[in-house]
């Protein structure tokens, strides 16, 4: 038998030759392959090789801003073995209504208070397993510099017209201060129903800030340290601003609205998600999470303040329900956002129709001055009258007054008072057919004139009759032009009201349609004053 050498000296030259080619060519392959994985493998592969996980489970938590960097350094202590996790920050809002329109709950969710868990805000289908009701507190406060006051009660601050405040609509603090007066009343000794009509002025002053232009941001101390005005913030921020230590904290000593986060696990959750916000609840309430807590100025939920904070606050208010924070905050909404309304009024003959008490003109003039009287000085309100020619020949409207504030004061009156007296001499205008259709484009182009920003602006079109101008524009014409007009950044809604049974109720649900508005009936005498009230109102 012959040996490995004997049969390679038998092999001719080229034949060696080719052998080893092809023995250097796998060679580097092999190598090549080893160094083309090492330099593209991704990170998580090669750390799986590393620390011998071959399959990795991701967990998403979403935490309040308040929270968030107390959280991403807690998460690389809380990580089970194998566990993917990634925090995000959002507001409690922004969660529920991305919740509410089908998006899926976070698998561990901190979110600002517990007013954002519950039906009210997140809709039928969602399900979540509270872990914890509070993992940090951190109390609503009102703060002031030297020339501000400390009230006795929220209520009594609210209702001052000195109080600042986010946006309830988007700010859990500002929703959990806009409720402070119905969670103390109790302890201040009205009545649920008395607590919230202190809303009505402490709105009505938002709005009329907001209508200026004013408070859209807010911050511990946005106001000169002489300023008698209070800011609604939390001990948080206020301990983490620069030179916040100039306020007071001036909270009523009834107690304070409080953030609580809870933390809470979707039913849905992804596998592992509880084992991670058990360890990470663990975590918050021992020492090492008290301590991380009270450097970003938040409250251990075990424990009192610690000397890093900025109040004195021991006593906190009841936290409402969310079915209860939904309510108010749609009532503040409404509330709040003034109102730019031109009101245009059918004047033709047959306003002048028996309406049990009086003609339709009478009880739609008074409906109009007890509306008047709701509406706030910040109020913008124009009053036209319209039938065919009414304006003069080919004009079927006239402008009794422009739209003016209701506390603009021009030739030694305002204007709430000569939309008094107009009101007055309405019944004595009326005659001649219905002009419908030019009056209504009319007073869409002037209300576009005249939009201010931070309003509702609103065209409230009322008549008895449907369009008896046979000169006049179409209804389809109209319609094509209230389309090429509507602008979505000034927008501004045709409201209608069609007073009895002969008024042409679709043609102004179709005008009202095309331009976001609504159109209301009153069928009988006694529902105008109360539908002149919605449509008013309306937003």
């Known amino acids: 038998m012959s040996t490995a050498d004997e049969y390679d000296r ?29 330099l593209w493998a991704s990170p998580d592969e090669t750390e799986q090789a590393s620390d011998g996980c071959t399959r990795y489970r991701s967990v998403d938590i979403t935490v309040a801003a308040e929270m968030y960097d107390v959280v991403v350094d807690a998460v690389d202590d809380v990580a089970p073995a194998c566990t993917s996790i990634e925090p995000t920050v959002r507001s409690g809002a922004e969660v529920a ?12 969710w901190i979110p600002e208070s517990r007013i ?74 009205r009545t649920p129903a008395e607590a919230q009509q202190m809303v009505v002025p402490f709105a009505q002053t938002y709005g009329a800030r907001r209508a200026r232009g004013a408070d859209e941001q807010v911050w511990p101390t946005m106001f000169r340290p002489l300023s008698p005005r209070l800011v609604v913030t939390t001990e948080q921020e206020l301990t983490l601003t620069e030179d916040g230590r100039r306020m007071r904290d001036l909270t009523p000593e009834v107690g ?27 975590h918050l309430v021992g020492e090492d999470g008290a301590r991380a807590l009270v450097e970003q100025g938040l409250r251990p939920a075990r424990g009192a303040s610690s000397a890093a904070t900025r109040s004195d606050v021991s006593a906190y208010l009841p936290t409402p329900t969310p079915k209860t924070v939904v309510t108010a905050v749609q009532s503040w909404k409404t509330l709040a956002v ?15 129709f028996d309406a049990g008490t009086g003609t339709r003109m009478d009880l739609l003039a008074d409906a109009a001055l007890i509306g008047l009287s709701f509406l706030p000085d910040h109020a913008r309100v124009g009053l036209w009258i319209f039938s065919i020619d009414k304006g003069g020949p080919g004009q079927d409207w006239r402008v009794l007054e422009p739209i003016r504030r209701l506390d603009d004061l021009r030739f030694g009156r305002t204007q709430r008072y000569a939309l008094r007296e107009r009101a007055d001499e309405m019944p004595g205008l009326t005659d001649g057919g219905t002009g419908l259709y030019d009056t209504a484009l009319a007073a869409y182009r002037e ?55 002969d008024a042409d109720l679709g043609a102004l649900e179709r005008m009202a349609g095309v331009t976001g508005g609504d159109a209301y009936l009153a069928a009988r005498p006694e529902d105008i004053l109360g539908v002149f009230a919605r449509a008013v109102l309306s937003r």
């Open 97 to 108: 209504l991305g919740v509410s329109t089908g998006r899926a709950l976070p698998d561990i």
């Open 116 to 189: 954002w868990l519950g039906r009210a805000r997140l809709g039928d289908e969602a399900r979540v397993r509270v872990l914890a009701p509070s993992v940090a507190r951190t109390p609503v406060l009102l703060v002031g510099g030297s020339r501000a006051r400390r009230f006795a009660t929220w209520g009594d601050a609210e209702a001052s017209g000195l109080v600042t405040v986010p946006d309830p609509e988007v700010s859990t603090v500002g929703a959990l201060a806009l409720v402070a007066p119905l969670a103390e009343a109790r302890l201040s000794g």
């Open 447 to 501: 209300a576009l004139r005249s939009y201010r920003r931070n309003y509702s602006n609103a065209v409230v079109l009322m008549t008895d009759g449907r369009n008896e101008d046979a000169g006049s524009i179409g209804l389809d014409q109209l319609l094509a032009r209230l389309r090429e007009l509507r602008d979505p950044d000034r927008p501004v809604r045709i409201v209608g009201i069609a007073i009895g049974e």
């Open 338 to 352: 003034p109102s730019a309304i031109l009101a245009v009024v059918d004047a033709s003959g047959s306003m002048d």
């Open 10 to 38: 038998d092999l001719p030259p080229r034949v060696l030759l080719a052998v080893g080619i092809v023995l250097l060519l796998l060679t580097g392959l092999v190598i090549g392959g080893g160094v083309a994985y090492l």
């Open 256 to 282: 304070a609205p409080v953030l609580d986060f809870p933390l809470v696990v979707s039913e849905d959750a992804a596998p592992g998600a509880r084992e991670v916000a058990l360890r990470l609840l663990d």
